[in-house]
């Protein structure tokens, strides 16, 4: 099992930028992906951006591209977002998550979580 931890969520004006960071802590973190999920008032949690620990494989979705960008820092076995340009319907609650292997979009296949971090872009 993979523990993790977001942190640098926070409120910010449209246009503006925010990084999130994802502490991961347990089992091999090189056979893992972590991605990044949020979930707006009402919606479903939605996929931004995955990456896979050993490789560096990335993925986003499309409102996440040219604007979001996930890296990894294997010394500190830390995943980042950084998100720039930043728009009012990007404010939710952002997840950092965890499972084996490769990246997958839904998050019904994900087993570890965080506890999730406060983004909120004003107009």
């Known amino acids: 099992q993979v523990q993790l931890v977001e942190s640098g969520g926070g409120l910010v004006q449209a246009g503006g930028s925010l990084r999130l960071s994802c502490a991961a802590s347990?089992?091999?973190?090189?056979?893992?992906?972590i991605s990044w999920f949020r979930q707006a008032p009402g919606k479903e949690r939605e996929f931004v951006s995955g990456?896979?620990?050993?490789?560096?494989?990335?993925i986003y979705s499309d409102s996440a591209k040219g604007r979001f960008t996930i890296s990894r820092d294997n010394a500190k076995d830390t995943v980042y977002l950084q998100m720039n340009s930043l728009k009012p319907e990007d404010t939710g609650v952002y997840y950092c998550a965890a499972r084996l292997f490769r990246i997958q979009t839904s998050q019904t296949d994900y087993g570890s979580w965080g506890q999730g971090s406060q983004v909120t872009v004003s107009s």
């Open positions: 990456i896979m620990w050993s490789g560096g494989t990335t």
């Open positions: 347990g089992r091999t973190l090189r056979i893992y992906a």
